[in-house]
């Protein structure tokens, strides 16, 4: 079978009218990956879209590595919300832990604990990942230079962007860039 190369519609993860729950967007990609399965030899067209949908669901930063983990201990719905929303909005500046818990209303070490029991990583590790994204969406639509779209994705420079990226995805950008796969 051939390499097929697509691109994350971002709307394609979103619920109507809201964010839908981690749990429910488990069962959707659960769904999706079954009827795939099921049309990969009838309809490619159809299995390859339905493909693309999942990607974007396992692409999306409000789907926890184990759906059924409790949050105790985890931020509340209204502190995420806040801190997402921030952090998208900072994305090309400086994001500050002191910010984010001021955010939250709570104190940097309590807040750093409960981000990592409602996100399962630490603040730092997050926003370095949602650079990353940033950064391939940007590789994938436009045809700017790496040491512009590092500073666009908030890292100090070309280099910066290069070790971060080989880090989380396991290739360096211009490798990624012109595979032009989602990984």
């Known amino acids: ?3 097929l190369q697509f691109q994350i519609d971002d709307s394609l993860h979103r619920a109507p009218g809201g964010a839908a729950s981690p749990a429910s967007q ?4 659960t769904r999706l990956l079954a009827h795939v399965m099921s049309l990969v ?19 999306s930063p409000d789907l926890p590595a184990n759906p059924a983990r409790s949050m105790r201990g985890g931020l509340a719905p209204w502190q995420v919300s806040r801190v997402r929303r921030h ?41 370095c ?18 040491c512009e779209i590092a500073l666009d994705c908030g890292f ?9 990226f080989r880090r989380v995805t396991g290739q360096t950008p211009a ?3 012109r595979n032009g796969w989602i990984a």
């Open 1 to 3: 079978m051939s390499a």
């Open 26 to 29: 488990h069962n959707h990609l």
């Open 41 to 59: 030899e009838q309809n490619d067209d159809t299995a390859i879209d339905l493909i693309r949908k999942a990607s974007a669901l396992v692409a």
């Open 87 to 127: 952090i998208d909005e900072e994305l090309t500046g400086r994001i500050n832990i002191d910010d984010l818990a001021q955010i939250t209303r709570l104190s940097t070490s309590y807040f750093s604990a409960a981000f990592r029991a409602s996100f399962g990583t630490s603040p730092h590790d997050y926003i």
């Open 129 to 146: 990942r949602r650079r990353i994204d940033h950064a391939k969406q940007l590789m994938l639509t436009t045809d700017t230079p790496l």
């Open 156 to 164: 100090a420079d070309q280099s910066h962007l290069c070790r971060v």
């Open 175 to 177: 490798a990624w860039r």
